[in-house]
T-cell receptor, first 113, second 115 residues
């Protein structure tokens, strides 16, 4: 079965650079979520989109922005990167129903040096 | 407010023995409860969920979980552990009125199965 696809798998950037992470949800899933997971921590919710509109906002820094496109893929844009942004970034998708589980991609490991 | 607690950072079990990973929760309404498993450098993988109905929920890879409303618990269980079950397990909860993005994850329990 098709899963959530994230690219790239690994990304190394320097401080103050920008990064763009991409997410392709499971076909027919209309909701996309972005999470950040630091070492040894549980995933922290950043932002979500439903039918290409932002549906919820979590602990996303102002330096980050995201959008969902007409083909339902989503991109997380990160600017003025800081060392503390180094983490695993997960995208998840689900159907719009309230009790659907989230299906996660394998993540992008961002390292800021 | 909603919260979820996994009281054990690590659980060690011998292969073939039963395993239990504990989870307790707090929500203002009826809970939607989930278990996820995470292997190294991989995303969280959905195992099972409780929404309503039978208190015993069966999921992937032989795992099951029991919803206990009076104890506000949703412990993950498996009758006979495999070495390949070794991974990080997350319990998650949200109340029935919250959007899916309001799901709260526990701090995770590392399950280690020794041969």
């Amino acid at each position: 079965a098709a899963g959530v696809i994230q690219s790239p798998r690994h990304l190394i950037k320097e401080k103050r650079e920008t990064a763009t992470l991409k997410c392709y949800p499971i076909p027919r899933h209309d909701t996309v979520y972005w999470y950040q997971q630091g070492p040894g921590q549980d995933p922290q919710f950043l932002i979500s989109f439903y039918e290409k509109m932002q549906s919820d906002k979590g602990s996303i820094p102002d330096r980050f922005s995201a959008q969902q496109f007409s083909d339902y893929h989503s991109e997380l844009n990160m600017s003025s990167l800081e060392l503390g942004d180094s983490a695993l970034y997960f995208c998840a998708s689900s159907l719009g129903t309230s009790n659907s589980p989230l299906h996660f991609g394998n993540g992008t490991r961002l390292t800021v040096t | 407010a909603q919260s979820v607690a996994q009281p054990e950072d690590q659980v060690n079990v011998a292969e073939g023995n039963p395993l239990t990973v504990k989870c307790t929760y707090s929500v203002s309404g009826n809970p939607y409860l989930f278990w996820y498993v995470q292997y190294p450098n991989r995303g969280l993988q959905f195992l099972l969920k409780y929404i309503t109905g039978d208190n015993l929920v069966k999921g992937s890879y032989g795992f099951e979980a029991e919803f206990n409303k009076s104890q506000t618990s949703f412990h993950l269980k498996k009758p006979s552990a495999l070495v390949s079950d070794s991974a990080l397990y997350f319990c998650a909860v949200r109340d029935e009125y919250s959007s899916a993005s309001k799901i709260i994850f526990g701090s995770g329990t590392r399950l280690s199965i020794r041969p």
